[in-house]
């Protein structure tokens, strides 16, 4: 499982080169949670261009580097292109609480985990109080719902299901313990 701010900053490289494309800035979902691609930092300073990699060109996504198809998989991001990014741009997903229907926070949307290998719908968000929370009680995991049509990313709050404050779990001391401490 891999969290999406450990991909940030990872430099994107081309398999076929070696050659450095550019360094992960953001990464872009559409309303279903799918990942669509990531986002690459400004290639140079006057660029307001964003340059994307699509996912579906993204050859292996590991702990040190994201790996892509080709140096023409990076193409300028289409201004039609939909979906939300996770920390920039507007709405962003970081830190939009996260409500139950029946109006409960549950907490703000610290990160979000997916498995790269079984595709790229997230699995799980990490949630937070607040720092002095995260330090006294540590953050919290939610496994996302098997229906990801019963998840709302509103443009002000994500609402899930009334279930779900019962399926908070602390997050693990290690990334690979996260969601594997089921009940």
């Known amino acids: 499982m ?5 991909l940030i900053g990872l430099p994107v490289v081309d398999l076929r080169t070696g050659r450095q494309a550019g360094k992960v800035k953001d990464a872009w979902f559409d309303e279903q949670w799918m990942m669509q691609g990531v986002v690459l930092e400004a290639g140079k300073w006057l660029s307001s261009k964003d340059r994307i990699v699509h996912w579906n060109r993204v050859a292996s996504c590991g702990e040190d580097a994201v790996l892509i198809d080709g140096a023409e998989a990076v193409v300028v991001k289409d201004k039609t292109a939909s979906g939300r990014c996770f920390q920039t741009g507007h ?11 029946g109006g ?4 703000r949307l610290s990160d979000v985990y997916f498995e790269p290998i079984q595709g790229t719908q997230i699995v799980g968000y990490e949630l937070t109080d607040g720092f002095i929370s995260d330090l006294l009680e540590g953050r919290k995991w939610l496994r996302a719902p098997k229906e990801s049509e019963t998840v709302l990313l509103g443009e002000d ?3 899930v299901p009334a279930c779900c404050e019962a399926q908070l779990l602390p997050v693990a001391p290690s990334d690979s313990d996260i969601g594997r401490n089921e009940r």
């Open 104 to 107: 409960t926070q549950l907490g």
């Open 157 to 159: 709050a994500i609402i």
């Open 91 to 101: 709405p962003k997903l970081k830190d939009l609480p996260v409500v139950t229907v």
């Open 2 to 6: 891999i969290k999406l701010q450990q």
